[in-house]
């Protein structure tokens, strides 16, 4: 478990409090309390999780201060091992939040990066300022944080326990910490955001014979990362690679594709197609990168709604004229030698 101060004001860690010279703890408060600022308004928040070889035992849970999950994954969500995977939050400003890691296994979350499993940025990572980190060494590993700039948290006693949390099909039994804060009844809840409908987007790869040194990205708004694969290392030379995200309908989006060595991929197809839904549908191709030889990096972009299926232009039956129309044609062997 991991506890902290948001801001710059100090570290709050298992048992001790540090703080600035200028600001002195408080011994009395029972509860952790939180200085919100400038309430009804909402802070996006980015976690920037990490998965190791084995994602489809990785899920987690955020929720708000009335110990109601706001947002989940289930176990089985994430398909790739060991890459970073962005996930984005829009909530109430100067509210207090738990998120809690977990692994169905219970053997932690075993990244090759050196980095915590998960890390949660106060507006994107880019900006550098770190609410809450954790490093899942077991079945779960929790850490609160202030959606805000400089949201405080104060030093207090916390409940004693919380109900079981288990996911909805492998069921194991996890122990997560409780509430930080009590209800604050005049802050909104993250459910009175608008709400936006999520779809799957089907991204197809096509590797060459360096697979390790191939990188790809989605960008929202034209600069957010959101999902990123740094290396494919763990594919084999010439696989198809078949990446499922959720997306935002509506929203425009950015797919990046790099290579490190900046020749492109040896390839004679497209390298990356973009699909609407869980399929690879030609009618509901949303965007493709076709030059292989792109050197460093190349991109495509598109708005994420559902492409319109092409209505077939067959003629009828009727006016399909018949064999008997067309001339008697000959087919000839025409041999070719090349002297090299």
Request: net charge negative; hydrophobic share 35%.
């Amino acid at each position: 478990q991991v506890r902290f101060l948001a801001g710059e004001v100090g570290v709050l860690s298992e048992g001790t409090a540090t703080f600035a010279p200028s600001i002195s703890p408080t011994s009395t408060p029972s509860v952790l309390t939180a200085v919100p600022t400038a309430p009804g308004s909402y802070e996006t928040v980015v976690m920037v999780l990490i998965t190791d070889r084995f994602p489809r035992e990785i899920w987690w849970q955020l929720r708000n201060n009335e110990e109601v999950v706001i947002q989940s994954v289930t176990p089985g969500t994430y398909r790739n091992a060991s890459i970073r995977i962005l996930e984005t939050f829009r909530l109430a400003n100067g509210e207090t939040y738990e998120i809690t890691v977990l692994d169905t296994y219970g053997d932690g979350i075993d990244s090759l990066f050196g980095e915590p499993d998960a890390t949660l940025f106060l507006g994107q990572p880019s900006e550098g300022q770190v609410l809450a980190s954790l490093s899942a060494s077991g079945s779960s590993s929790t850490a609160s944080f202030v959606a805000s700039e400089g949201g405080v948290l104060l030093p207090g006693t916390y409940p004693s326990s919380r109900p079981t949390t288990s996911p909805p099909s492998y069921s194991p039994s996890t122990t997560v910490k409780p509430s930080l804060m009590p209800s604050i009844s005049n802050i909104p809840s993250v459910s009175m955001s608008p709400t936006r409908t999520i779809v799957i987007v089907t991204v197809l790869i096509r590797l060459d014979l360096y697979p390790l040194g191939t990188g790809f990205q989605v960008l929202q708004n034209g600069t957010d990362i959101i999902y990123e694969v740094d290396t494919f290392s763990s594919y084999n030379d010439y696989d198809e690679v078949l990446l499922q995200i959720e997306l935002y309908s509506g929203e425009t989006y950015v797919l990046v594709l790099t290579d490190v060595g900046c020749s492109g991929l040896s390839l004679l197809v497209p390298p990356l197609e973009a699909y609407y839904g869980e399929s690879v549908d030609d009618e509901m191709k949303l965007a493709s990168i076709d030059d292989p030889d792109f050197g460093c990096s190349n991109s495509t972009s598109f708005v994420l709604v559902q492409p319109s299926r092409v209505p077939s232009s067959t003629p009828s039956i009727s006016n399909i004229p018949t064999t008997s129309a067309y001339p008697t044609q000959t087919i000839v062997v025409v041999t070719v030698l090349i002297r090299l």
